[in-house]
């Protein structure tokens, strides 16, 4: 469906304020047709017959036109105005909402930046077309179908003369078109690109400053300026040339017609009054032709935008409720992978025939080196992503066949890179629990030994902490999140490396965290610090994305495989270190 017709379509919800806008803007039109008309009777009535009686009444009902006229304009233009904001509002947060559904894969091969560009530069590109662009093409179609009108109810040849210029607008019309409409499409992509670039500096700016990379990062901000500004100058450029020379054709056609009417005035085949309403609806007639082809520069603006926000909207979420998925009911936490095989889009395969079973409330740790496969499971777990082969099981129900929202509601993710918004510490808890009290606040954040840092903070729980928890130590962005975790109450706890970034204190703390938050819940553990997970129930070695070794600590350290090399190579490096900071 073309991008315009698509918008046309997301107009349809607020079809009785566009009906309202459109008596306006025919009342708007019909007024608009009217002064000449008084203008040609005061020339013809007042000024050539002499009779001065019918001025008065002439300009009293010209005033009154004037006066409803700027009464129309001034409702039509809130309206429109209106409308376009509530339009936009609407476009926006349904683009928003869309994209919470999309899957996991689709943000990872999409930048932040270019996606806050289209929610927002996008769109505010559509209000411009809806306040303006449909409003002034609909009135003044109403302008240019009426005075043409009214000029062959005046003198059909002197109108023939007014539509010479009329084929050369349409075919510069369309030429234009073609040039400015890729223009436009450019000019999106590298405002795009533009805020793409600066979310990712912006967002590293304390590597950024770290590694003295200031003017690199200038002049990489630099270079996307320049292009989007290139971008810019090409489409002016195109419509500077393209509007100057319509109206001087427009004006020729005016020249035209004003030559030949003075001939037949002069001759007495046209009255003057005539002439003068004439070359009054002359206007009516051109300047709507004019502003057509400025409103179709806001079309193809619109256009450009709307294909990328269209883009956006056609994505489909690789991950989705199946037609007859079913809701989980509360959990037990037994999990099963059988046969798992999976690769991230058309890449290697990650995991190669995975089978492992996790018992409820059992505690099971994965371990390997960095690219094994561990994260992967993690991942398939929470369904950011389905397995290519084989499946995986939560309390006997096939994930692929259950929502994603009864799925997730019942797990919880602690990873190593905590995500915190920038926001208050309560206000970050709750997303664990949005409706939990103050109580049940502090009780989360003493499980997870978050409480006397948090007590010990500026406001408490409604302290500010910053984008992605810049306020905090390590540690304690780390206990927040398993704060978090532990009020939403899962029934499977994902720990991702949660330990591996800290310090020993942090780690210390988080471990006695774990301790007790684990009891009773089946638990994933993505372990780099082998000695965290010496109790675990079962650990499952990887090595490149297959499953070389399962048993428990003991177990393992006497088979002398993958998992003992690791632990020992891990013991060996913390005594040569603590060696070395012996004096």
């Known amino acids: 469906m073309p991008v315009l017709k698509r918008l046309f379509v997301f107009l349809t919800p607020y079809w009785k304020t566009l009906l309202l806008s459109a008596v306006l803007l025919i009342g708007r ?14 020339v013809d009535g007042v000024i050539g017959e002499g009779d001065l009686t019918r001025l008065g009444p002439l300009i009293a009902g010209l005033v ?11 409702a039509d233009m809130f309206i429109r105005h209106a409308l376009g904001e509530r339009f936009i509002l609407d476009l926006r ?4 909402a869309y994209l919470q559904r999309l899957s996991l894969s689709f943000f990872e091969r999409t930048s932040t930046g270019e996606l806050m560009s289209r929610v927002t530069n996008d769109v505010n590109a559509l209000e411009h077309f809806v306040t303006h662009g449909s409003a002034l093409t609909a009135v003044d179609l ?12 005046l003198d059909w040849r002197l109108a023939l003369l007014v539509l010479l210029p009329v084929p050369i607008l349409a075919v510069s019309l369309r030429y234009f078109n073609t040039r400015i409409r890729p223009v436009y499409r450019r000019v999106r992509a590298r405002l795009g690109d533009l805020n793409a670039q600066l979310q990712d500096s912006l967002s590293g700016i304390r590597v950024v400053q770290s590694f003295v990379q200031e003017e690199r990062e200038l002049a990489r901000f630099t270079t996307e300026s320049e292009n989007y500004y290139r971008a810019r100058v090409e489409g002016i450029r195109y419509w500077a040339v393209f509007f100057p020379a319509m109206r001087f054709v427009a004006a020729l056609g005016m020249v035209i017609v004003l030559a030949a009417g003075s001939v037949m005035v002069v001759r007495g085949r046209l009255s003057l009054g005539t002439m003068v309403a004439f070359l009054s609806y002359i206007t009516s007639f051109y300047q709507p032709i004019n502003r057509l082809t400025e409103v179709d520069n806001i079309f193809q603006e619109a256009i450009a935008a709307g294909e990328r926000i269209f883009e956006l909207l056609d994505e489909t979420a690789e991950i989705a409720d199946a037609p007859d998925a079913v809701d989980l009911p509360p959990l037990r936490g037994e999990v099963v992978f059988e046969g798992v095989h999976f690769r991230y889009g058309s890449g290697d395969k990650v995991l190669h025939d995975v089978n492992f079973r996790m018992a409820p409330g059992e505690v099971v740790a994965l371990v390997g080196p960095s690219g094994a496969g561990k994260t992967s499971i993690a991942n398939l777990l929470c369904r950011f992503y389905d397995p290519s082969h084989g499946r995986i099981l939560v309390d006997g129900y096939d994930l692929r066949r259950v929502k994603l929202a009864s799925l997730r509601s ?29 109580e049940e606040l502090e009780a989360a954040a003493r499980a997870a030994f978050a409480h006397e840092f948090i007590m010990a903070l500026p406001q408490g729980y409604d302290t500010e902490i910053g984008e992605r928890g810049v306020r905090l130590s390590g540690g304690q962005k780390q206990r927040l999140a398993l704060a978090r975790a532990i009020l939403a ?26 301790d007790s938050v684990l009891e009773g819940r089946t638990a994933l553990v993505i372990a780099h610090r082998l000695s965290t997970i010496r109790n675990a129930d079962k650990i499952i070695a990887l090595e490149e994305g297959r499953i070389v070794e399962v048993g428990d600590h003991r177990e393992l350290m006497q088979r002398g495989g993958l998992y003992s090399q690791l632990y020992r190579r891990q013991l060996e490096l913390a005594l040569t270190e603590d060696e070395a900071e012996t004096p």
């Open 29 to 42: 039109a019909g007024m608009e047709l009217v002064p000449p008309l008084f203008q040609r009777a005061i």
């Open 64 to 74: 009154v036109v004037y006066a409803v006229q700027q009464g129309v304009n001034a």
């Open 93 to 96: 947060v349904r683009i928003y």
């Open 142 to 153: 109403l302008r240019l179908s009426g005075g043409a009108v009214i000029l062959f109810v």
């Open 410 to 438: 019942q797990i919880a993710v602690v990873l190593q890179d905590t995500f915190l918004f920038n926001s208050t510490v309560r206000e970050n808890l709750l997303f664990g629990k949005p409706d939990a009290s103050q």
């Open 489 to 514: 109450d899962p029934r499977i706890l994902i720990l991702d490396e949660a330990t591996s970034s800290v310090d020993a204190e942090a780690e210390y703390l988080i471990q006695q965290a774990l």
